[in-house]
């Protein structure tokens, strides 16, 4: 069934040959037509200090089954496990070795990230083959045999490395490989290659070799999730009891018993309270039905193993066999495994969440995620070289206007002013044409409504044409609310219908928008009446950083030869990560001042589609009348519309 080309083959009992010793008839057993997770029921035993002592059963853990019998597939040479801690995914391998011993004997090679790992999985080993009788056949009887870096059995022979002694390889050989928690590696240092490719030379030999690698990932970056991206990325579907429909069990979908739509009551997210009342459901994802940890069983038993982008019918739960393939991945996180309930799991959460090295570790060894660090952000070097040769002031030629941003602070303001540029294209571009601190309002009058902003060769004179100002930070601190005045009595007097209000907005807005228009018309605090009212634009500041650097990007954004590395360096200043909900926000990085940027989403805002049309519904240059734009954001980003509006 799963013949060794390193060994001739079985030979069949003759009447008229000499008998067989007990030893040879053991050696030369044929292997029993059974899988590898047949085999660990009918033999494994877990050991006293395991979660689960005793008898090894697949009931338990189900989705084990598939990945155990991937290794007797004789197309598959690569299993790659990225899962959570306490879900059977080492016990798993170290089944996989019991099945060799077994059943099919070459010679393995267990890799572990320390020396100190590396005790203790030689340990775990040696007990699993002295405590089970179908192991225990296979030892030789001469205690020399049983060594921290080698077990000798009567027919295999387990080599134990630390990842990257070289010493601990030499004149190795092997067919199978393990290789524990490979994330956890130390990094390669001189000319041997990394630790992964020393163990992995060791098994050039064998044509019929096989890699285990069961990890936790760490980084998007790490061994473990590389390799899952190379893989057939095996996900385990499970059925909903109610609705029948099939779903990868997500942590986003953990909710308290009775709540709607994820919403977790505030008074109830104390971690001890979620574990004693176990008060976390499972939410289906279609029927919206709450599973409870009783029936976490019977869905797991009906669950299947689908790789991503594998036709599956989630209702019915139906699909083509799947192909044969040289590497598989498995991925499950901590909701699938029968050692922790959703409470434990929604608590774990609760109490990780505000410890951003706490929550990392939740997100890796629980949720089995990569911690994604940072998923965008810009060097000031790159920022500086958006710079031209066009001097500090200089309008560029066919500018269709000019819009600052202001942000307010205590001493002064932040300024940026922008021009909107029909570009060759008929895109529009736009360069950056002055940008400072300033100390106060009469300056920024200045800056806004006096000095005036040429072209080179037509001379020709622009104005501000639109501006934005910071209203200052939340209402009700005695300090801010002041300030907030200040800036809505100088919009009041000096706006003109050309400055206007902006804030922050605290959550997404409604239907995708990146700004809203609103009129205020009392002051905050006192709530004095403002006659005629100020307009304010409530900002998704996330969404207009976005379509900012995708501006960047497509390379429509352009500095003034004078640009320096203040101004760099602020725009620099924040990084796109991931939050704990899973969306994707921009956070200052460190303690560099972003006022600059600010400033910049603030002016960019105002020249965008959104604010009243923007600069696309101004008059071309040289031409008189407003020419209306094509396909909306199309001709404003020169990027998809999806990219404009992406969030
Ligand atoms: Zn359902």
């Given at each position: 069934m799963h013949p060794n080309p390193q060994n001739p083959e079985p030979r069949t009992q003759n009447p008229l040959s000499p008998p067989w010793s007990p030893a040879e008839l053991a050696a030369w057993a044929p292997p029993e037509d059974i899988t590898v997770s047949e085999w660990a029921e009918r033999y494994r035993m877990l050991p006293k200090q395991s979660a689960i002592p005793g008898p090894w059963s697949n009931r338990l853990v189900p989705y084990a089954v598939g990945v155990m019998d991937s290794f007797i597939d004789p197309g598959v040479e690569r299993i790659t496990i990225m899962a959570s801690v306490q879900s059977a995914k080492t016990e798993s391998a170290y089944n996989m070795i019991g099945y060799a011993i077994s059943q099919d004997p070459a010679p393995a090679l267990v890799v572990m990230p320390t020396d100190k790992t590396l005790r203790r999985v030689n340990k775990r080993i040696q007990d699993m083959i002295i405590e089970i009788p179908e192991l225990s056949r296979y030892l030789t009887g001469d205690p020399d045999d049983m060594q921290k870096r080698s077990i000798v059995l009567q027919r295999m022979e387990i080599y134990f490395?630390?990842?990257?002694?070289?010493?601990?390889?030499?004149?190795?050989e092997a067919r199978y490989l393990l290789m524990d928690e490979p994330d956890r590696y130390p990094v390669a240092t001189g000319e041997e290659g990394s630790p992964v490719e020393m163990a992995e030379a060791r098994l050039t030999t064998y044509w019929n070799r096989k890699i285990i690698e069961p990890c936790t990932p760490t980084t998007p970056d790490g061994h473990i999730n590389r390799e899952w991206l190379r893989s057939d990325q095996r996900k385990y579907w499970v059925p909903c009891p109610q609705c029948?429909?099939?779903?990868?069990?997500?942590?986003?979908?953990?909710k308290h018993r009775g709540e709607v739509l994820g919403a977790w009551p505030d008074d109830?997210?104390?971690?001890?309270?979620?574990?004693?009342?176990?008060?976390?459901?499972?939410?289906?994802?279609?029927?919206?039905?709450?599973?409870?940890?009783?029936?976490?069983?019977?869905?797991?038993?009906?669950?299947?193993?689908?790789?991503?982008?594998?036709?599956?019918?989630?209702?019915?739960?139906?699909?083509?066999?799947?192909?044969?393939?040289?590497?598989?991945?498995?991925?499950?996180?901590?909701?699938?495994s029968p050692f922790r309930n959703f409470s434990e799991v929604a608590a774990q959460f609760f109490a990780t969440k505000d410890d951003r090295e706490k929550y990392k570790t939740f997100v890796n060894l629980w949720l089995a995620e990569p911690w994604k660090e940072i998923i965008q952000q810009r060097s000031a070097s790159a920022i500086l070289e958006l710079r031209t040769n066009r001097p500090l002031l200089e309008v560029p030629e066919n500018?269709?206007?000019?819009?600052?941003?202001?942000?307010?602070?205590?001493?002064?303001?932040?300024?940026?002013?922008?021009?909107?540029?029909?570009?060759?294209?008929?895109?529009?571009?736009?360069?950056?044409?002055?940008?400072?601190?300033?100390?106060?309002?009469?300056?920024?009058?200045?800056?806004?409504?006096?000095?005036?902003?040429?072209?080179?060769?037509?001379?020709?004179?622009?104005p501000v044409?639109?501006?934005?100002?910071?209203?200052?930070?939340?209402?009700?601190?005695?300090?801010?609310?002041?300030?907030?005045?200040?800036?809505?009595?100088?919009?009041?007097?000096?706006?003109?219908?050309?400055?206007?209000?902006?804030?922050?907005?605290?959550?997404?807005?409604?239907?995708?928008?990146?700004?809203?228009?609103?009129?205020?018309?009392?002051?905050?605090?006192?709530?004095?009446?403002?006659?005629?009212?100020?307009?304010?634009?409530?900002?998704?500041?996330?969404?207009?950083?976005?379509?900012?650097?995708?501006?960047?990007?497509?390379g429509r954004v352009h500095l003034h030869a004078d640009t320096d590395e203040i101004?760099?360096?602020?725009?620099?200043?924040?990084?796109?990560?991931?939050?704990?909900?899973?969306?994707?926000?921009?956070?200052?990085?460190?303690?560099?001042?972003?006022?600059?940027?600010?400033?910049?989403?603030?002016?960019g805002a105002m020249a965008d589609p959104e604010c009243w049309g923007g600069v696309m519904v101004l008059p071309r240059p040289g031409k008189s009348a407003a020419v209306e734009p094509q396909g909306g954001g199309n001709f404003f980003t020169g990027q998809s519309r999806g990219s404009w509006l992406k969030r």
């Open positions: 490395a630390t990842a990257g002694s070289k010493a601990d390889l030499a004149n190795v029948g429909g099939y779903q990868v069990l997500s942590f986003w979908q953990v109830k997210k104390d971690p001890d309270y979620i574990r004693q009342h176990r008060v976390a459901r499972y939410e289906c994802l279609h029927c919206q039905a709450e599973i409870d940890d009783r029936e976490k069983p019977g869905v797991l038993a009906r669950g299947k193993w689908v790789p991503t982008g594998h036709p599956f019918d989630v209702m019915t739960g139906e699909m083509p066999p799947l192909p044969s393939v040289s590497h598989v991945g498995f991925w499950w996180n901590v909701l699938y500018t269709l206007a000019l819009t600052a941003g202001i942000d307010n602070q205590r001493r002064g303001f932040w300024v940026s002013i922008w021009a909107w540029v029909l570009a060759g294209s008929g895109l529009i571009d736009q360069h950056l044409v002055r940008y400072g601190f300033i100390p106060d309002f009469q300056e920024l009058e200045i800056w806004l409504f006096q000095d005036v902003y040429r072209s080179r060769e037509g001379g020709q004179s622009y044409w639109r501006g934005a100002i910071d209203t200052g930070g939340t209402e009700g601190g005695p300090g801010e609310a002041t300030q907030t005045e200040q800036v809505y009595e100088w919009l009041r007097r000096m706006g003109q219908g050309r400055i206007f209000g902006v804030k922050g907005a605290a959550h997404t807005l409604p239907g995708g928008k990146k700004m809203v228009h609103s009129i205020i018309d009392k002051m905050p605090g006192k709530g004095r009446p403002i006659p005629g009212g100020i307009r304010l634009w409530t900002l998704d500041t996330n969404a207009l950083k976005d379509a900012f650097w995708s501006r960047v990007e497509s101004f760099a360096a602020q725009l620099a200043s924040e990084a796109k990560e991931r939050d704990k909900r899973g969306r994707t926000v921009w956070v200052q990085q460190g303690r560099m001042a972003n006022h600059l940027l600010d400033t910049t989403i603030y002016a």
